[in-house]
């Protein structure tokens, strides 16, 4: 039987420490973000590169260094291993051949919000949560929904009034329980941690509790065995709380303690849209914590998070990795979807969108050379926003009408 590593939980930002069989959310000395801690030595002996080829495609063949202990508690539905595409015809514009899109929109309810609600939900389980508490901006309620479902939990999803139609759809499809929030992703997330304790759920928002980084972390292991142990130069992610760039940033750590790859890492970029971007102005400022990004607006619903508890890891990722932090505008952001699906045949979201607009910035800036292997993370699929394409201009055609060959180009 597969064997987890897990050891304990730890405080990234005071180092206490606490068990992993029990149930913690932040960390109660200090309030900051608990990170789960393995013994990478003893996963490094029994786990092979070779191993990870034998098991079944999905983040779970990470098992070793995943959190869940018994394998019967891992609730998935295939998430991970999503393809790495060459963006060929984008990178040509600017004489790049290594320019890529990691295309998580495959996922499990089409966004990448499935790799952290399967590790947590999958966790939650094993310790004996039976309902679950989230804020969200939209996908991680769809995904929390799902893989509650799956595992017979009752869900609670609380989200913006004006988040995008699917996604208020799919957690309702799945039997949650959604609430509409006259308000932003902090205001819902303030509902959670009010209501939980008497509703006895376990709150799981963005990097809140220990496990849905461990899911995230999983892109980071995968891009390293999709660039075979070698780190792309630069990697490009649409920030919200920003699990996702901190997952991959404790996941090249993770792999180099464990003899797997060097010490080289890419450039982490953080790509906000301009009106929201808390994280973008902190880096700026030289600061290593944000303050709440005041009237937050962007067509990137992702990345309306207008105060992240893990703003001081992002930002150490940032320093340590030599990245940046950029800010696009939603104009950008459109056109660069619409160049996504026409040049590469991706249906990429806003946000992930914004990371190619990104690209052409930082490259016109000098920031990036064509000569990088960059990565732009498609984050979810366009198929969840479905209102921001706009097809009033469609031509409809009359079988009958005796102009009709005419009116067809
Ligand atoms: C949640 C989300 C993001 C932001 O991810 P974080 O890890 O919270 O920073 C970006 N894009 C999409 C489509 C998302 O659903």
Same mark, same amino acid.
């Given at each position: 039987m597969m064997k987890s590593f897990i050891t304990h939980l730890e405080c990234t930002y005071c180092g206490e420490t606490y068990s992993c069989d029990e149930i913690h959310n932040t960390c109660k000395k200090c309030g900051k973000v608990l990170y789960a801690r393995y013994d990478l030595a003893g996963a490094a002996k029994v786990l092979s590169k070779a191993d990870l080829l034998r098991r079944p495609g999905n983040m779970w063949r990470w098992f070793e260094i995943m959190p869940v202990k018994n394998p019967a508690n891992v609730v998935t539905l295939g998430e991970g291993y999503t393809p790495l595409l060459p963006a060929l015809r984008l990178g040509k514009r600017f004489g790049s051949s290594r320019l890529f899109i990691k295309e998580e929109g495959l996922n499990p309810t089409g966004s990448f919000k499935a790799r952290g609600m399967s590790a947590a939900v999958s966790k939650a389980k094993e310790l004996g949560v039976t309902a679950i508490g989230a804020p969200s901006a939209g996908n991680a309620a769809s995904a929390l929904s799902a893989y509650g479902a799956r595992a017979g939990m009752k869900i609670a999803v609380f989200m913006p009034t004006d988040a995008p139609e699917m996604m208020k759809r799919e957690g309702h499809m799945y039997g949650a329980d959604v609430y509409l929030v006259k308000g932003l992703i902090n205001d819902a997330g303030a509902i959670v941690r009010a209501a939980s304790p008497s509703r006895g759920w376990f709150d799981v928002s963005t990097l809140k509790e220990p496990y849905r980084q461990e899911g995230k972390k999983t892109m980071g292991l995968e891009l390293a065995e999709q660039f075979n142990w070698e780190l792309p130069d630069a990697i490009l992610y649409p920030t919200g709380g920003g699990t996702g760039i901190v997952g991959m940033w404790k996941a090249f750590d993770e792999l180099e303690r464990m003899g797997w790859i060097g010490s080289k890492r890419p450039k982490m970029i953080v790509v906000q849209a301009e009106g929201c971007s808390p994280i973008v102005k902190a880096w700026r400022e030289g600061k290593r914590h944000a303050e709440l990004f005041p009237n937050a607006s962007t067509i990137a619903a992702g990345l309306r998070v207008p105060i992240a508890i893990g703003d001081y890891l992002m930002i150490d990722a /940032? #320093? =340590? #990795?030599?990245?940046? +932090?950029?800010?696009?505008?939603? &104009? %950008?952001? =459109?056109? &660069?979807?619409?160049?996504? +699906? =026409? %040049?590469?045949?991706?249906?990429?979201s806003p946000e992930g969108a914004a990371t190619w607009a990104a690209y052409k910035r930082l490259i &016109?800036?000098?920031? /990036? #050379?064509?000569?990088? #292997? &960059?990565? /732009?993370?498609?984050c979810g699929s366009l198929l969840k926003n479905a209102e921001l394409i706009d097809i009033s201009g469609l031509p409809v055609l009359d079988p009958k009408d005796p102009e009709l060959l005419t009116k067809i180009n």
């Amino acid at each position: 039987m597969m064997k987890s590593f897990i050891t304990h939980l730890e405080c990234t930002y005071c180092g206490e420490t606490y068990s992993c069989d029990e149930i913690h959310n932040t960390c109660k000395k200090c309030g900051k973000v608990l990170y789960a801690r393995y013994d990478l030595a003893g996963a490094a002996k029994v786990l092979s590169k070779a191993d990870l080829l034998r098991r079944p495609g999905n983040m779970w063949r990470w098992f070793e260094i995943m959190p869940v202990k018994n394998p019967a508690n891992v609730v998935t539905l295939g998430e991970g291993y999503t393809p790495l595409l060459p963006a060929l015809r984008l990178g040509k514009r600017f004489g790049s051949s290594r320019l890529f899109i990691k295309e998580e929109g495959l996922n499990p309810t089409g966004s990448f919000k499935a790799r952290g609600m399967s590790a947590a939900v999958s966790k939650a389980k094993e310790l004996g949560v039976t309902a679950i508490g989230a804020p969200s901006a939209g996908n991680a309620a769809s995904a929390l929904s799902a893989y509650g479902a799956r595992a017979g939990m009752k869900i609670a999803v609380f989200m913006p009034t004006d988040a995008p139609e699917m996604m208020k759809r799919e957690g309702h499809m799945y039997g949650a329980d959604v609430y509409l929030v006259k308000g932003l992703i902090n205001d819902a997330g303030a509902i959670v941690r009010a209501a939980s304790p008497s509703r006895g759920w376990f709150d799981v928002s963005t990097l809140k509790e220990p496990y849905r980084q461990e899911g995230k972390k999983t892109m980071g292991l995968e891009l390293a065995e999709q660039f075979n142990w070698e780190l792309p130069d630069a990697i490009l992610y649409p920030t919200g709380g920003g699990t996702g760039i901190v997952g991959m940033w404790k996941a090249f750590d993770e792999l180099e303690r464990m003899g797997w790859i060097g010490s080289k890492r890419p450039k982490m970029i953080v790509v906000q849209a301009e009106g929201c971007s808390p994280i973008v102005k902190a880096w700026r400022e030289g600061k290593r914590h944000a303050e709440l990004f005041p009237n937050a607006s962007t067509i990137a619903a992702g990345l309306r998070v207008p105060i992240a508890i893990g703003d001081y890891l992002m930002i150490d990722a /940032l #320093s =340590r #990795s030599n990245g940046t +932090a950029i800010s696009v505008t939603d &104009a %950008e952001i =459109r056109e &660069a979807m619409g160049e996504v +699906a =026409r %040049e590469e045949g991706v249906f990429s979201s806003p946000e992930g969108a914004a990371t190619w607009a990104a690209y052409k910035r930082l490259i &016109a800036d000098k920031f /990036l #050379s064509p000569d990088d #292997s &960059a990565v /732009l993370f498609n984050c979810g699929s366009l198929l969840k926003n479905a209102e921001l394409i706009d097809i009033s201009g469609l031509p409809v055609l009359d079988p009958k009408d005796p102009e009709l060959l005419t009116k067809i180009n």
